[in-house]
């Protein structure tokens, strides 16, 4: 039952988020539409930006689900664009109000979760070592939240397809690569 309550505050966000920005509402104001008392509130989450994050992760790992395979990670990529142009009024109002470096730190949960599961995927057979494999899937989490950072703040004006598709074309075999690079790396320090 946790999860449909979650689920009602994040809606009334969403909802509330429409008319005011993030750094102008209250507990109350999202209580009030859902219905709620303040200590439900808080039963879930610790303060708004808490909700905030749940809000975004539960979207995205909505996104996400079963895209996080070599073959199926650009879908997953694509979906995530397309999981916060859906939600442009909330995404748009969440980058206004919370500091860069908050919103910086959730895509980079988001993202990681991904492109690891990629590297790992890609690694099979490979002697890399865990912390090369880090390194892989932190360049190109830094360069996908980098570039979606620049598209919600140009607007999302910049069809989220086409960007997909120009990041699909600079990662074709890189990650294999990477990891055949650090590989070979490895074996000439030896």
Same mark, same amino acid.
């Given at each position: 039952m946790p999860n449909k309550t979650k689920?009602?505050?994040?809606? #009334?966000?969403?909802?509330? *988020?429409?008319k005011k920005p993030l750094d102008k509402i209250t507990i109350q104001? /999202?209580?009030?539409?859902? %219905? /709620?008392?303040?200590m439900a509130f808080y039963y879930?989450?610790? @303060? /708004?930006?808490?909700?905030?994050?749940?809000?975004? &992760? =539960? @979207?995205? =790992?909505?996104? &996400? #689900?079963?895209?996080? $395979?070599?073959? $199926?990670?650009?879908? %997953? /990529?694509?979906q995530i664009f397309e =999981?916060?142009?859906?939600?442009?009024?909330?995404? &748009?109002? =969440?980058y206004r109000s919370l500091n860069r470096e908050? *919103?910086?730190r959730y895509l980079y949960r988001l993202t990681y979760r991904l492109i690891r599961d990629v590297v790992e995927e890609q690694a099979?057979? &490979?002697?890399v070592s865990e912390e090369d494999k880090a390194f892989i899937a932190d360049f190109y989490k830094y360069s996908f939240v980098g570039i979606m950072l620049d598209w919600i703040g140009a607007g999302m004006k910049e069809d989220c397809q086409d960007l997909v598709e120009k990041i699909a074309t600079l990662m074709q075999g890189n990650v294999g690569n990477a990891l055949r690079n650090f590989q070979e790396r490895a074996a000439a320090k030896k």
């Open positions: 689920e009602a505050l994040e809606a #009334s966000l969403k909802k509330v *988020m429409l104001d /999202i209580t009030t539409d859902c %219905g /709620i008392s303040r879930h989450f610790k @303060d /708004i930006y808490d909700l905030v994050e749940w809000a975004c &992760l =539960a @979207d995205a =790992a909505r996104a &996400l #689900s079963g895209k996080k $395979t070599y073959d $199926t990670w650009q879908e %997953g /990529i694509l =999981a916060v142009l859906e939600n442009k009024p909330f995404i &748009l109002n =969440a908050r *919103m910086e099979k057979g &490979l002697t």
